[in-house]
DNA sequence: GAAAAAAAATGAACTAGTTTAAGACTTTTA
DNA sequence: TAAAAGTCTTAAACTAGTTCATTTTTTTTC
């Protein structure tokens, strides 16, 4: 059997944590949906209900909240491999307060809430997956949040750009202030500063 | 059959995501330690190997780090009917960051290593358990550091203190500015002026 | 490929929070 | 129950990061 591209990426993804028969990886396959998000489109925006989590198989996306002033404050860049979407939305049926937005043109593959009950049933494994998926995604946010912590703007800019070098060129200067939590003016400064060395 | 109060607060606990049977019970109830903590009694120091992941069932402990400067940075205040440990540490084998100190005289509940392994082998409903209890923590973790983000240490505070008043009067001012993330001087000031009020 | 829109740079005035230091108050311990 | 240790308060000088306003550069769009 042979898969398309965006099919490896997520067996291979599925696969660090879970063995699949070749039944239950189409089985898998056939509860995914695939969706194209052009860039700057929206693939979720605050007040919806999500209805889907997904894994990003090409480009890139931002997804972040606006706080009361409007300012958007950026909780992750999400690139190929990742999985994103606003679980707490998706779990509670609450609107989300989050904006997905593609930052380029985007691949993904979708699961919806009622395929995503349905594949524990199906393929109780997942369960395991889930559970280990969501523990490590646990322990690099505790990590990332006590670590970022202590740190200066400065610091927190060099550590990104070291951790995720290939992210830090297709995102603007603006995006990387946003996540790093400081105003764009600032960024600059810190920029032009750490060049100059 | 009727359980210590300390296990009914665990099955409770976990009934919030499965149902067990009473034989389930049992062996569940079989493979938890029970561990007491004097006030000001470390259960876990930077650099030892987490080899327990707790359930408290009475008391408060607080979990820190030190920074480069040595100055405590509080993840959490863990007070009964609370999970916590370093999952990190627990899964890697790598030696933790974090000090687990006890506030008070405080009871729990372990499980090793060994056992929460086990745990998924006997008893699989577990896995979900834990997916579920996972699921949980990031949606509150990921909740909390996105919208601590873009308030001003006084409204954490007054936030804290709405959220949590039965934790705010058990633990030190000083505790509660490395939770809040400001120094303790600063701590001082925003209680005068909001009591002010 | 010109016009419009968005991003980046720069600088001056400002503010939330830190640092340091010292004294008052509380809790712990022997 | 007295001494020691830790916590809380206050205040002045300081700094990392913000705000606002303007100009330059880059990217997008038709």
Redesign the pocket.
């Known amino acids: 059997m042979h898969y398309k591209k965006s099919h490896i990426l997520i067996l291979n993804n599925v696969s660090r944590f879970i063995d699949l028969t070749e039944l239950e990886k189409q089985k898998y396959l056939s509860l995914l949906t695939e969706i194209s998000v052009k860039?700057?489109a929206f693939l979720m925006q605050a007040g919806d209900i999500a209805s889907y989590e997904y894994f990003i198989t090409k480009g890139c996306l931002k997804v972040y909240t606006l706080d009361d002033?409007g300012?958007p404050h950026i909780s992750m860049f999400a690139v190929e491999d990742y999985w994103t979407g606003d679980m707490a939305s998706f779990m509670t049926k609450e609107p989300t307060r989050y904006f997905i937005k593609a930052t380029e043109d985007s691949e993904l593959l979708g699961i919806s809430r009622a395929n995503y009950e349905l594949l524990f049933q199906e393929i109780p494994k997942f369960e395991r997956f889930y559970r280990m998926l969501y523990q490590k995604s646990l322990i690099s946010y505790i990590r990332r949040s006590n670590h970022g912590i202590s740190l200066?703007?400065?610091e927190r800019y060099i550590e990104f750009k070291t951790k995720y070098p290939n992210i830090v060129n297709r995102i603007?200067?603006?995006?990387l202030?946003g996540y790093i939590?400081?105003?764009?003016?600032?960024?600059?400064?810190i920029?032009?500063k750490v060049n100059r060395r």
Chains 1, 2 share one sequence.
Request: proline content about 4%.
């Open positions: 860039r700057k002033d300012a200066t703007a400065e603007t200067q603006k995006d202030a939590g400081i105003t764009p003016e600032f960024m600059s400064k920029i032009t």
